[in-house]
């Protein structure tokens, strides 16, 4: 940002100019990936490496920044994850190919993606990112070199996402059908395209030992949250899109016969319908549909970051998904949207890059533009009840893993962080008394230890006795009450049985 | 949902005839049950009659004649859905509730049924732990029963429920649902109130600043629920067998549909299905009252009416329970039950803004001028 727009904005927006000065200010500097002690992570002593790099700047305007960030060698690892599926959308983008010539090239894409100095150069001359194509064989060179662990993840993604491309251009090729239909071919095309790239992260995570091995299996959260970037930016980019022929909304939503009855139309026939004068309403009745299905994947997107443990892995997740979720809240009941591309301010951007470091604070977030959300609806929307639904399933995310009749407050003197609840709450009840048991067992606990080392927990001895020990142990308890009964009857027959 | 019926059981519904009585009925049916029964204080309607059914009419009060009925239905499964609606005078609920709910469970285990009856399943309300208080995202033992309910009604369903959690034993098993506020076709209470706020305009005016969550359900849900809970109660043959606590047996489980709305998005959204203009609903236009103000108006209100006699809608109860958050965690239903909402409430108020364009609303209208005649 330059320094007249930085004035321009002090005067306009004085919080925002505070917020951006404190963003330059105190968040971190960007890695240094030329540095000599990052060379074995980055790579950056290697030219073709070298090359991979200036072509993720060249390619990525949003994420070149986060990728960087990443932890130790997931950075490089990610960066050239990146470089391959950008090199697969270039081919599948790309509406100069002819279907027989797109097809072979996206269906064989994850072995060129290993060919040493393979290069494609016959991309339309408009294609933004043909450089890459042409360069390719730097990009070949890294993954080869690459541990085999990482690269059979990438190369397995992009199979499965090559498959799924190739299926998709054929069909709309072969059948000039241009539409999505209905709402599983919205979610099928979003899963290849992006819940993928969710999955193949998640297995690299977990390949590199920075998260958990069992997240590289639990994908079915990743995929969510991937389709929720993806379908946030296909809400985005409508116009754009609609402009270039390029159709992502399934007309299962827009083409709804209730949003153009709720207006005293009939359905909408075509999608660029959506921007003409007189369907505002009806348009924004779809847009409050498309919003829905997204906000579906909201809570799975929380659930998933809650599992990490990383802090880079955790930042380079969040900030995308508090940004989708910042996108969707200025999408939603905002006529622009069909006129022009919209997108956050520079300055909300910051904030949320600078917020978005824990789960907590993203739940907040998320929170917080729900109620944005909510608070722009109207009833006469018919997604009305379903918008205010998903909001309030994240309001209850929230509730169930921060709630807030818990406070958590820190003494002056910086000691341990201290739990109040609050005492009007229900739950603070139940909360106290767990408290005081857990209070109580610990106290026995440090008697019997102080008590000379004498077993600390005899129960649990007793529950991990094999069960044969047991019945042993009982069987032989049995037979001496059962011996000293029968010989006390004995005694008694014995001296007193003739009385 | 619910496991597969042994065909010998026999289902007797009380308060079949009305409105979550009748989705009991209406879910036993549709599953294939052949032996079900309704006891209630009058027969439905002819055309809310299901088929198959055989309807009873008596006062749950009455012993022998809730004898009788058991007897002659040799009803093994008992629903207890009896329930005055609320806003009735104090001496109905003390009736009908505590006095019927300890007639019943005598009748139940009356000696000329030589213990037929070994399943009870009582339908309480979220209401028993209501103190006027936030509540949110709480669980059953999270939420004690207050020493004095918030009113006669509340009160009275807390003393019937704690009767029958004690009755559980001794050859029959007991379980209580706490279903939160109900909608669906037929409801008798949320569309006729909404209705007449929308008929006296008051649709435009907001209590409070509308961020309080609140739970509903669909009735056929909480059926399903009681299903799921009756099925689960012990067979007749490991009644007693079970002496640790019972997963389900003496047990009390929340049934909402696990998606809280804020309070008036919902009245909101049922105007707009019951023909109010979407201007009208604009939030943004809505006259806000902020909570206090509305209490003190209710107070005098209320005040006038004890005075002078008339009914008001405006009553603190109303505006507490208008402004207050209340929503539950259900997840011991859906561990121990198997509970799962089966309807989504958008379903839900589709389904009763239908019914009540095509019935309710002339109902509604009977009721209101035989109000009118008595007044």
């Known amino acids: 940002m330059g320094v007249v727009s930085m004035l321009v904005l002090l005067l306009t927006h004085p919080l925002e100019f505070r917020t951006l000065v404190q963003y330059k200010l105190w968040h971190d500097a960007e890695r240094d990936i030329t540095a000599p002690e990052e060379i074995k992570n980055s790579g950056w002593d290697r030219k073709t490496m070298r090359r991979c790099w200036e072509l993720l700047d060249l390619t990525s305007r949003s994420f070149s920044g986060v990728i960087k960030e990443l932890e130790d060698d997931l950075a490089r690892v990610v960066c050239l994850f990146y470089l391959v599926l950008r090199g697969l959308d270039t081919i599948e983008d790309d509406m100069t190919l002819p279907d027989g010539k797109k097809q072979p090239l996206l269906r064989a894409f994850h072995d060129y993606a290993v060919t040493p100095d393979w290069s494609f150069s016959e991309n339309g001359p408009d294609e933004k990112d043909r450089?890459?194509?042409?360069?390719?064989?730097?990009?070949?060179?890294?993954?080869?070199?690459?541990?085999?662990?990482?690269?059979?993840?990438?190369?397995?993604?992009?199979?499965?996402?090559?498959t799924g491309m190739a299926d998709y251009a054929h069909k709309a090729a072969t059948t000039g059908e241009v539409y999505l239909?209905?709402?599983?071919?919205?979610?099928l095309y979003c899963h290849y395209v992006a819940g993928l790239v969710g999955e193949g992260l998640t297995r690299l995570w977990s390949a590199s030992s920075k998260e958990a091995s069992w997240l590289g299996k639990q994908l079915e959260l990743a995929n969510s949250m991937g389709i929720m970037l993806q379908k946030t930016n296909i809400i985005?980019?409508?116009?754009?899109?609609?402009?270039?022929?390029?159709?992502?909304?399934?007309?299962?939503?827009?083409?709804?016969e209730l949003y153009g009855k709720a207006c005293g139309h009939p359905a909408f026939k075509e999608m660029k319908e959506m921007y003409l004068p007189g369907n505002e309403k009806q348009a924004l009745w779809a847009l409050s549909g498309m919003v829905v299905d997204v906000l579906g994947h909201a809570v799975d997107s929380l659930d998933y970051l809650r599992l990490l443990k990383n802090q880079s892995v955790f930042n380079f997740c969040a900030i995308p998904v508090t940004m989708a979720m910042a996108t969707l809240s200025l999408c939603f009941m905002n006529y622009d949207m069909f006129q022009k591309h919209i997108k956050i301010r520079k300055a909300e951007a910051a904030s949320l890059i600078m917020r978005s470091t824990n789960p907590r604070d993203v739940a907040y977030m998320f929170r917080d533009y729900a109620r944005k959300i909510h608070a722009k609806a109207v009833p006469e929307d018919p997604s009305f009840m379903q918008i205010s639904i998903a909001c309030g399933k994240i309001e209850q995310w929230c509730e169930h893993y921060y709630p807030s009749f818990v406070q958590m407050t820190r003494s002056a003197t910086g000691g341990a962080a201290t739990q109040l609840f609050d005492p009007s709450d229900a739950r603070t009840r139940i909360a106290q008394a767990a408290e005081k048991r857990d209070h109580e067992l610990h106290l026995e606990k440090r008697a019997r230890e102080l008590n000379g080392g004498a077993p600390v927990d005899n129960r649990q001895r007793a529950e991990q006795m094999p069960t044969s020990e047991l019945f042993m142990y009982l069987g032989a308890a049995f037979l001496i009450v059962f011996g000293s009964a029968m010989g006390a009857v004995w005694v008694l027959l014995k001296y007193y049985g003739d009385a | 949902m619910s496991d597969e019926p042994a065909p010998e059981i026999r289902y007797l519904v009380l308060g079949g005839a009305g409105f979550l009585g009748s989705y009991i009925v209406q879910a036993l049916i549709s599953r294939g049950d052949t032996h079900v029964a309704v006891f209630d204080l009058r027969e439905p309607a002819q055309e809310d009659k299901i088929e198959r059914v055989s309807y009873y009419t008596g006062d749950i009060c009455n012993l022998d004649r809730l004898v009788d009925v058991l007897k002659e239905t040799g009803a093994n499964v008992v629903f207890h859905a009896v329930s005055p609606i609320h806003g009735l005078s104090d001496s109905i609920y003390q009736r009908v509730n505590v006095d019927g709910t300890k007639t019943l469970l005598e009748a139940c285990r009356h000696p000329s049924l030589s213990g037929n009856v070994f399943k009870f399943v009582y339908t309480s309300s979220t209401g028993v732990t209501w103190r006027a208080q936030d509540i949110v995202g709480a669980t059953e033992e999270q939420l004690p029963i207050p020493e004095n309910g918030y009113d006669m009604?509340?009160?009275?369903?807390?003393v019937a429920e704690k009767m029958v959690l004690e009755a559980d034993g001794d050859g029959m098993r007991t379980v209580v649902i706490r279903p939160g506020g109900m909608i669906g076709p037929r409801d008798p209470q949320l569309l006729h109130r909404l209705a007449a706020a929308l008929a006296e305009k008051k649709h435009?005016?907001?209590?409070?600043?509308?961020?309080?969550?609140?739970?509903?359900?669909?009735?056929?849900?909480?059926?399903?629920?009681?299903?799921?809970?009756?099925?689960?109660?012990?067979?007749?043959?490991?009644?007693?067998?079970?002496?640790?606590?019972?997963?389900?047996?003496?047990?009390?489980?929340?049934?909402?549909?696990g998606t809280p709305m804020l309070q008036w998005d919902f009245s909101r959204l049922v105007w707009r299905a019951l023909g109010a203009s979407p201007a009208d609903l604009?939030?943004?236009?809505?006259?806000?009252?902020?909570?206090?103000?509305?209490?003190?108006?209710?107070?005098?209100?209320?005040?006038?009416?004890k005075l002078n006699g008339g009914h008001t809608e405006l009553t603190k109860f109303n505006v507490i329970y208008s402004t207050t958050t209340q929503w539950y965690n259900i997840d011991k239903a859906r561990h121990a039950l198997g509970y799962q909402p089966r309807v989504s409430l958008e379903e839900a108020a589709a389904m009763s803004a239908k019914w009540w364009k095509e019935r309710g609303e002339k109902e509604h209208k009977a009721r209101q001028a035989s109000r009118r005649k008595l007044l």
């Open chain 1, 131 to 162: 450089q890459l194509l042409v360069e390719f064989g730097v990009v070949s060179h890294e993954l080869n070199l690459l541990n085999e662990k990482y690269r059979e993840i990438i190369i397995d993604i992009t199979k499965k996402m090559e």
């Open chain 1, 181 to 187: 239909e209905t709402v599983d071919d919205y979610n």
């Open chain 1, 236 to 256: 985005r980019d409508y116009r754009e899109d609609t402009d270039q022929r390029r159709h992502f909304w399934p007309r299962e939503i827009w083409g709804r």
């Open chain 2, 153 to 158: 009604y509340h009160h009275t369903k807390a």
């Open chain 2, 204 to 257: 435009k005016v907001q209590i409070g600043n509308n961020t309080n969550l609140v739970d509903w359900v669909y009735a056929g849900n909480v059926a399903d629920a009681h299903l799921a809970a009756a099925d689960r109660l012990p067979s007749r043959k490991d009644l007693d067998a079970n002496t640790t606590p019972h997963p389900v047996a003496g047990q009390v489980f929340i049934i909402t549909n």
């Open chain 2, 282 to 305: 604009d939030p943004k236009k809505a006259t806000k009252i902020p909570r206090w103000l509305a209490l003190f108006m209710a107070t005098i209100a209320e005040s006038w009416c």
